[in-house]
Each structure stands twice: as C-alpha cells, then as structure tokens.
RNA sequence: GGGUCGAUAGCUCAGUCGGUAGAGCAACGGACUCUUAAUCCGUGGGUCACAGGUUCGAUCCCUGUUCGGCCUACCA
C-alpha cells in the first residue's frame, strides 16, 4: 500500500502558497503558530463566546438603540456623536473582553468579523492607534511593535483571539476595538465561495466540515443553512428523548453486533469476530432485544440509536440509519397511535416552531393525522383494485403510498406480512399493526405485539419456509427470543420511528443525505493519482 | 440496474456555428484605513476530466472510459 504525499491530499496551489507564507512569517513573529490555548474572558458568567457576548444587555440596548437613531436619518447621515458617546462608555463599562473565532472575510482594511460558527461579531484594528501582538511563548509575551505586521499576515478563514473594548462604529454595529490581537490557527486552504456556498454536493457531504463553514460564512442562503438543519435534528431527537422519559420511558442499549439478524424484513451486514470465530450481523432493528427487556420488566423502554441494512441508497435510504424503537406494557397498537401522535406534535412545535411545515411546496399539517384502513386507502386512491391478500401491498405501494402526502396512519395490514403482531380480535387475518406515512414516506411502523411464544414460533417457522422458497429478507427463527417469549410478556405495543425522515419533513430536505452528517458515498478516488498505478 | 444531463482558472460560471479561451470573486503588488458580499489601480494564473477517432487543425464533432448530478426501479 502506497502512504499518498501530504502534497497529495491537500492539494497546493498559489492560493495554499500565499497563506503558507503567511504562516512562515507569523511563526517569525510569535513563535508557535499552533498554540495550545486561548482563555476568553467571563465577562457574562461564564466562558465568552461571540454569540453570547451579543447578547449582553448593554449590547443588544446599544444595538436596539443605535437602530433607532439609524431610522431617522437620512441615508449616508452618520449617528450624532453624543449618542455614541454615551453608549461607548456603556459598553466600555463592560471591561476588558476576550473573544476568539475565525475570520469571515478576508482581512480588507481594518475590519473584519469573526464567528463562533453561529453569530458574527465585528473586530476593529486601528493601524494609528497602535495595538499588540502576543506571542504564542510560554508566558504570552506582549509585542506592542507588531500588531499591525501579524494582522497583514492573518487570511480568510484563520482564527484569531483578540481582547479590548467593546464599541459602537459610525454605522452603528457593535463591534470590538482591538487592544491585543493573538494569532491562535491558521486556514491553509481557501474558504468555502461566500455567495454561493459549496456548488457540489458530493464536497458538500464528503467534506462536511466544509459544508459547515461555508454555512457560517454564507452571505445570502436560501433555506436553512447546514448547520441549522442539524440543530434542528438535534432539537426533534432531545424532545423526543424529553417527551419519552416525562411519560415514564427508560433508554436502554442493546446489541449493535448480533448472531442473528432478525426483527425486521432486510438483508444485514456480516462480519465476523476472530476470537469467537463466529459471523455476526449488524443489528437490522433492536426489536427483539426490547421485547426481552418487556418480559424482564421494564414496562416503559425505548432505544434511539442506529440500524443497518445492507439495501440500496436512494433519497430516504442511507445504510445506516437512526430508528427510535419503543415499547410500552398494557398498550395496544390504538394506544400507541394516539400516544406516537402526541408525541409528534410535541416535538415538532419544539423543533420547528409550529405543527404546518412546509416542504416541497406542500403544507404539512401535524396537528392533524388521519387513520385509514389499508384496503379503504386502496379503493379511495385506486378505485378499479380487485383487492387480494396477496396483492394488497402491491396496490398500496403503487397506488398508495406515494399519494399519502399529510400524517396518514394506515391500518389493518394482513397479518402474512407482519410475522411479530398480534392478529386483530375482530378478524384474524388482519394484524393490529400501523404505519404512518406522511409525504409518501413510511415514517413509523407500530403494533401490538405478539406474545403468545407458540404463535411466535409458528410465525417464525412460516418465514423459514418462505426464506426458503427464496426471499432473503424473511425474518429468520430467534430461539431465544421465543424462550424469552414463554416467560410471558404483558400485551404490550411497540413503534420505530424513522428519525432521519422525521428530520427530512421538519427541515425541508429532498434527500436523506442532507439530514445525515456523514451519509455513506463511494470511496474517494484521486483521478490522477490511479493513473500512474495503472499497471 | 435503466434513462438522462454534465465535467472549462483556487471558487462560481460564460464561451468558441472547429482556428488552443473570458468574467466576477479569491491570490499577488501598490494605494486607502469607521468598513458592511466583492474599496481603487495593476499583475500572475488554464493539458478546457481522461484516452482514441475524424480533420490541415479538436476544448468544441464522433466513440469509449472515469467521476458526478437528476429521474426511475428494490429495501425503512
């Protein structure tokens, strides 16, 4: 195997050139170009951020103020001078602050704003007045010559510590005049286009830092910029999390690596253990393992991690993907509606700000999920059906499916397909099973679950047979998972629910790619580089 | 897997009805130093994805390859 030249991975070019002489003469002026660390002042309790120091009082009434006064002038007016005296020694009242973060913008004049990745705060260097450079040595030694020398030599995208007083400009921003300017990392290649993002998605996801950065440097986007995608991915999963464990739920960990690949209908991935000397699969659905814990006695249990299923990658697939699996004693599936709709509604408000989301063009309505019988759904979308057991699924997910655009549970799946439900007390032939689909995607899949250890077997013997006759995907017999099942189980229901989808629908995403921070693509090939190994 | 569109400067893109290429930004040099995406003046930068073919001549036409987008089929 040939270790590629550093030269190779980072590509050099006359834009890497210039910044690494940059760094050659800042290491000339403070040493290590690398340092360890940079204590921000505390001025608002704890550590200073960017962010948090715009939000002080006397900077957001400065700010509120100078807007004001902004309004009633004419345009190219400058503030009167007494207004931002008497603010300036406000904000100078502050104190000496300490800030830290990345430039935004190459350092034209004496201008520039640097970000914590989320807010922008201007930082002003005036060349007249003078201000210091510290050195990145052991004692942080003051250089007052060469404040001015080190602030030429900082690019686009570097990060900088600075510390000084806080002011308002002659335009009215809030801005930090600096004192001592510390040089703390430096970008060595060029930043994202600040108009245009990152063009290729490919970078887009494969680099995803990237993405991030030019997200945060982005002048104009339209949407949600990436990072506030995965803030809102954040917010959906910690209400989820909040809303299960205020209704009595435990979060549990069962196996990722399992001996068998089984409750739910996919092909695994396998790998193998050395030292056991046996084949393992990476879990395709925690399901039975949280049933086991049901029988062990957690009434209320819920999982919220990843699955694997070796299958296709398309727009709602990626190979690995985050399911939220949760189970609930003396439930059945009606229960477990009403309960999965609540808490929907509730974590959309949370995460999203109101329950009509908008995506694609489309109005999506969470306060409002409808409950429809599958053979109903079929004759209502595709009216000429001449609806058999058999061919029921064709016909819904032909004709069906795609057309469920609002919140949509649909009911009464044929018990053959759904091997771990309970039949219906009205019709045995009909399991008590449900899925929602909202914008034509499957989003959750629930039942009451089946917990007569006989039943069970049978069922898994009938799925034998039918891997036998040839599908791959048929569940396979957990032995173990029936011996659990003849220790009895409450009557109990259960629901995935598909995260990635949930976060598609809140941030207006086409593609499951853009809710999954790092989603699986094809290994990376440098073009150039396999030619010469051609051979 | 099938269809379809694409690959031109570091980035975003234009262009050549076939005569080896341009803009804006970025970089570099200088001027400016209370500016809000790009201040002003100047400079450098391209094997036009790769390999064949047609042609006096190909970045452009043809064929193939690689990589990618979109649509489509199967799985949540």
């Not at 253990?273 to 990476?282: F, P, Q, S």
């Amino acid at each position: 195997m040939t270790i590629p030249e550093f030269e190779e991975i980072v590509e050099q070019n006359d834009q890497t050139e210039a910044r690494r002489e940059h760094l050659e003469k800042l290491r000339e002026l403070v040493g290590n170009v690398y340092p360890n660390k940079f204590v921000r002042s505390s001025i608002g309790g704890a550590e200073d951020t960017i962010s948090s120091v715009l939000k002080f009082a006397v900077v957001v009434a400065a700010g509120d103020e100078m807007a004001a006064v902004k309004a009633s002038l004419k345009e190219g007016e400058r503030p009167p001078a007494e207004v931002k005296d008497k603010l300036n020694e406000q904000l100078k009242a502050l104190g000496t602050v300490r800030i830290a973060g990345r430039l935004t913008t190459p350092p034209r004049g004496n201008f520039v704003h640097l970000t914590d990745g989320i807010a922008k705060l201007q930082v002003y260097c005036d060349k007249k007045g003078g201000f210091a450079l510290i050195k990145n040595d052991a004692e942080n030694t003051v250089d007052p010559e060469n404040g001015w020398t080190a602030w030429k030599l900082i690019d686009h995208g570097d990060f900088v510590g600075v510390e000084g007083y806080l002011f308002v400009t002659n335009t009215g921003e809030v801005s930090l005049h600096v004192e001592r300017l510390q040089f703390l990392a430096k970008a060595m290649v060029p930043m994202p286009d600040k108009m245009h993002g990152i063009a290729d998605p490919e970078i887009r996801q494969r680099q995803r830092y990237a993405d991030l950065i030019a997200s945060s440097l982005q002048v104009e986007t339209d949407g949600m910029t990436t990072r506030e995608v995965f803030e809102t991915r954040a917010k959906v999963i910690s209400s989820l999390r909040r809303y299960l464990e205020d209704h009595g739920y435990i979060e549990v960990e069962t196996p990722m690596l399992t001996p068998k690949a089984t409750g739910a209908a996919a092909k695994p991935f396998v790998t193998h253990h050395n030292a056991l000397d046996i084949d393992l699969y990476a879990r395709i659905a925690p399901e039975l393992y949280l049933k086991r814990l049901v029988v062990g006695g957690f009434e209320k249990v819920y999982e919220l991690n990843r699955n694997f299923r070796n299958e296709g990658i398309s727009y709602k697939h990626n190979p690995e993907f985050t399911m939220l699996e949760f189970y609930c004693a003396y439930m059945d599936v009606n229960g477990m509606m009403d309960f999965c709709e609540r808490m929907m509604r509730e974590s959309v408000q949370k995460a999203a700000g109101e329950l009509k989301v908008s995506y694609e063009g489309n109005e999506i309505d969470f306060g409002n999920f409808e409950r429809l019988a599958m053979r109903d759904a079929i004759l209502r979308y595709a009216p000429q059906a001449e609806i058999t057991d058999s061919n029921m699924v064709e016909w819904f997910d032909n004709h069906v499916e795609p057309n469920l655009t609002q919140p949509t549970f649909i009911i009464d799946y044929p018990k053959s397909i759904s091997p771990l439900s309970k039949a219906s007390p009205a019709n045995p032939q009909i399991a008590e099973r449900f899925e929602l689909f909202i914008n034509g995607m499957e989003v959750a899949n629930g039942f009451s679950e089946l917990n007569d250890p006989k039943e069970q077997y049978d069922r898994f013997v009938d799925q034998m047979a039918q891997r036998e006759g040839g599908d791959d995907e048929a569940m396979v017999l957990d032995e173990d998972y029936v011996r659990a099942l003849s220790y009895g189980m409450p009557p109990a229901a259960g629901i995935g629910i598909g995260i990635d989808r949930l976060v598609m629908l809140l941030t207006n995403k086409h593609s499951i790619r853009d809710v999954i921070l790092f989603p699986h693509l094809r290994p990376e090939r440098r073009a150039d580089k396999d030619e010469g190994e051609q051979e």
